[in-house]
């Protein structure tokens, strides 16, 4: 019997809900429905009165969840879509990014985003939002690569007495599975080695790191080592693992599937060319999707993202530079 993604997310709300009386969950067909992707399938009968089907209003869902937390509570709200966050952007970077600031009194809210490009998703439900929330101090943005990650750093978040945005990649849902939850949680800020390697560093997060593990594997074949640092989250940036990888190998590639202007790749590629310039041999490269809206058709949009070809022929440019 084998663990999912999303199976990890629901078991962690079931633990959250099961263990802490504050917590409830908010959001459009969860309750009777199970969600969209039925990540809170069975929760409404299990803790009756804490699981409630929301408006279709995502401004007025983050509005309720930050009213909420100022009385004592932490809601988990699920939004349908990452791309439907921004019908809340208000509420989330000008009243609960900010709160704590203005008033002293913090906004325990964790806004469950799923995220990122799906075959057929196109441009209304494919965005990857990570970098834009990341932008605004007070928010912590998580993205989780991993089955344990998805369970554990759920729990933590909500934990946590600042907002959180919790990237959850649509890709992995049923496609990333594992025997179990287990091992030792690493703490949120904290950056993991997912491949080791000694001739370039490849720093990804969420459904991006299983691409450059695979290029990796290409790569091997080859006679090339390369290093996957999977970020987990990208606010808090664990830079010292980064700079600690770049150190070893000489060389990096950022690696993203969110929109190449500015955002996370070009965040790591400054932050590297400012404290570990004198570590490179070569110089950092970035790899996103392309420039473009999401295209609706597979073919399409398996170009328009990154691809393990794609990141190995960047890795190619890089290690013969």
């Known amino acids: 019997m084998s663990v999912t993604y999303i199976d990890a997310i ?35 009968a299990m803790f009756p009165n804490r699981v409630f089907d929301s408006p279709i209003s995502e401004d007025a ?15 988990i709200v699920e939004m349908q879509f990452a791309d439907f966050s921004s019908i809340a952007f208000n509420q989330i970077v000008n009243q609960a990014a900010t709160h704590f600031y203005r008033t002293g009194v913090p906004i325990p809210i964790t806004v469950r985003l799923p995220s990122g490009g799906t075959p057929g998703s196109g441009p209304f439900h494919g ?9 605004y101090p007070g928010l912590i943005v998580l993205t989780p690569a991993t089955v ?18 919790y990237c959850e990649h649509k890709f992995l849902y049923r496609w990333l599975k594992a025997k179990s939850i287990n091992g030792e949680p690493l703490p949120i800020g904290l950056a993991r080695i997912a491949r080791p390697g000694k ?25 090339w080592e390369i290093e996957v640092v999977d970020l987990r989250s990208v606010k808090p940036l664990d830079l010292d693992t980064i700079l600690a990888s770049v150190a070893r190998t000489g060389r990096l590639l950022a690696l993203g599937e969110a929109f190449p202007w500015g955002g996370v790749t070009a965040e790591v590629v400054s932050l590297v060319s400012e404290h570990g310039f004198h570590l490179l041999d070569a110089p950092p490269q970035r790899l996103n ?33």
């Not at 399409?300 to 530079?321: G, K, N």
Request: with cysteine.
């Open 127 to 135: 965005q990857s939002m990570e970098g834009i929330f990341a932008q």
């Open 289 to 321: 999707s392309r420039d473009t809206p999401i295209p609706y058709h597979p073919k399409l949009w398996a170009s328009h993202r990154p691809t393990p070809e794609s990141i190995c022929d960047s890795l190619r440019h890089l290690l013969t530079f």
């Open 61 to 75: 869902m983050i509005g309720l969840a930050v009213g909420a937390a100022i009385e004592g509570l932490r809601p």
């Open 10 to 44: 629901r078991e962690a709300q079931e633990k959250l809900l099961r263990e802490d009386d504050r917590v409830f969950l908010y959001g459009q067909d969860i309750a009777t429905f199970g969600g969209a992707f039925k990540a809170t399938k069975g929760l409404a």
């Open 148 to 165: 344990s990650d998805a369970y554990h750093m759920l729990i933590d978040g909500v934990a946590l007495n600042d907002p959180v945005i």
């Open 199 to 223: 001739h370039a560093t490849v720093v990804a997060y969420s459904a991006m790191v299983h691409e450059a593990v695979r290029a990796a594997e290409r790569l091997q074949q080859d006679g």
